[in-house]
Nanobody, 121 residues
Framework: QVQLLESGGELVQAGGSLRLSCAASGGKVSSYVMAWFRQAPGKEREFVAAMRRSGNTVHADSNQGRFTVSRDNTKNTLYLQMNRLKPEDTAVYYC???????????????WGQGTQVTVSS
C-alpha cells in the first residue's frame, strides 16, 4: 500500500512561487507514474503534470513554462515547482501514483489528501 503525503501549499501573492512536495512511503516513486492534479471549488479535478517511470514528463497546457514536475529518487519524493502563480491556480493540489502511462487522466491507484494553494491577486 503506497501512501502519499503532500506539503508546501500556502497563501501566496500573484506572481510568486511555491514548491509542492509529495513524499511517498510503501513504494518507490520511480516504480510508478506520478502525477499532480488540482481541484478548485465547484470544479472537476484537473490534470497538472506527471512524470512517467522513464522520467519523461508531461504538463498541462495551462501551466506550460510555469510549472515543473520532478522527482528525487533518493528522497522518494515528487515535486511540483510552480512559478508566476495566478489567482486561477488556486486549488487543492493532489499527488497521485499508479500505472497509467497515459498520465493525464485521473486513473491512478493511490492518492494523497491534498495541499491547499491559494493565490491572491
Amino acid at each position: 500500500q503506497v501512501q502519499l503525503l503532500e506539503s508546501g501549499g500556502e497563501l501566496v501573492q500573484a506572481g510568486g512561487s511555491l514548491r509542492l512536495s509529495c513524499a511517498a512511503s510503501g513504494g518507490k516513486v520511480s516504480s510508478y507514474v506520478m502525477a499532480w492534479f488540482r481541484q478548485a471549488p465547484g470544479k472537476e479535478r484537473e490534470f497538472v503534470a506527471a512524470m512517467r517511470r522513464s522520467g519523461n514528463t508531461v504538463h498541462a497546457d495551462s501551466n506550460q513554462g510555469r510549472f515543473t514536475v520532478s522527482r528525487d529518487n533518493t528522497k522518494n519524493t515528487l515535486y511540483l515547482q510552480m512559478n508566476r502563480l495566478k489567482p486561477e491556480d488556486t486549488a487543492v493540489y493532489y499527488c497521485a501514483a499508479g500505472f497509467n502511462e497515459k498520465a493525464t487522466t485521473p486513473d491512478y491507484k493511490y492518492w494523497g489528501q491534498g495541499t491547499q494553494v491559494t493565490v491572491s491577486s
